[in-house]
């Protein structure tokens, strides 16, 4: 009985990890690709060939897809057109104001689009989840980073955003201790972002494909598994979507305090 669950769950996580030898090779039906002479860790590079798929898709989308023409957008070309108001006139404009919010509108619908592709292309089979892997959110992080230092210092200069991090009204000895905790919080939040994507989404897919070993493993006492893992499939929709505004929608208020401190 033993020997037999021990094949049943090795089967189990041959699905699991779509196909990825133990010598770092990733397959596709017939199609192949080796990384056993890479230098980099299978997991990194797996995710980055994930990554690099999403953001063709989207460039598909918006070059190919979308209409450029049409004067009353339908179809996908509505769709897309949809998530560019939601993010501008929901997410950038309330937390950056009306100017700053239509000005790096850009950056939060670049975020938006394809954080919101990576985590629905977790749950397609053939496919790995690159937000579940923590290169690739720490990566989509240090975009908000890179936002929140540079655009500052190109609003305030280097002397106006270093004191940006001084309260006003405190006393000078206080001043040692809360000015480093104030720089110390600009790369906290950078993680913070990183750490909350990849967590929810590990923990998501962690748990539908521990329904699918279920329903493997004990055949047909395992039957209920199946109910269970359809609805963590519906939910973790949901979750991409929830995962994927809550990303943006922090970026947007960590820049706005960046760039509007005295608010």
């Known amino acids: 009985m ?12 041959d699905f699991i990890t779509h196909h990825v030898t133990d010598n770092g090779a990733w397959s596709i039906g017939t199609w192949h690709l080796d990384f056993a002479d890479a230098n980099l860790p299978r997991s990194f590079m797996l995710s980055g060939l994930m990554s690099m798929i999403g ?8 070059v190919k897809v979308y209409n450029h023409r049409s004067r009353v957008p339908r179809g996908w ?6 998530i560019v108001v939601f993010v501008r006139d929901e997410i950038s404009i309330p937390y950056l104001g009306k100017e700053d919010g239509r000005n790096f509108a850009w950056l939060f619908l670049t975020q938006f689009t394809l954080i919101l592709t990576l985590n629905l292309m977790g749950l397609i089979p053939i496919f790995g989840s690159p937000t579940a892997s923590l290169s690739v959110t ?12 540079g655009w500052a210092v190109q609003r305030y200069g280097w002397m106006g955003f270093l004191k940006n991090f ?18 110390m919080g600009l790369f906290i939040k950078t993680l913070v972002l990183a750490i909350r994507l990849f967590a929810n989404m590990l923990a998501g897919h962690i748990v539908l494909f521990a329904m699918i070993g279920m329903a493997v493993i004990y055949g047909a006492y395992g039957l209920p598994a199946i109910g269970l893992g359809l609805f963590v499939f519906f939910l973790e929709i949901l979750v991409a979507f929830l995962q994927t505004y809550i990303f943006v929608m922090l970026s947007a208020i960590f820049i706005g305090q960046m760039l509007h401190p005295e608010h």
Do not use: D, R
């Open 55 to 62: 953001a063709a898709f989207l460039c598909w989308m918006y």
């Open 2 to 13: 033993s020997a037999s669950i021990e094949e049943k769950t090795q089967a189990v996580t």
């Open 77 to 82: 070309t509505n769709v897309m057109e949809s």
């Open 166 to 183: 001084i309260p006003h009204g405190v006393p000078v000895p206080v001043l040692f201790i809360l000015v480093p905790i104030e720089i």
């Open 138 to 149: 720490l990566a989509l992080a240090f975009t908000t980073f890179l936002a929140m230092v």
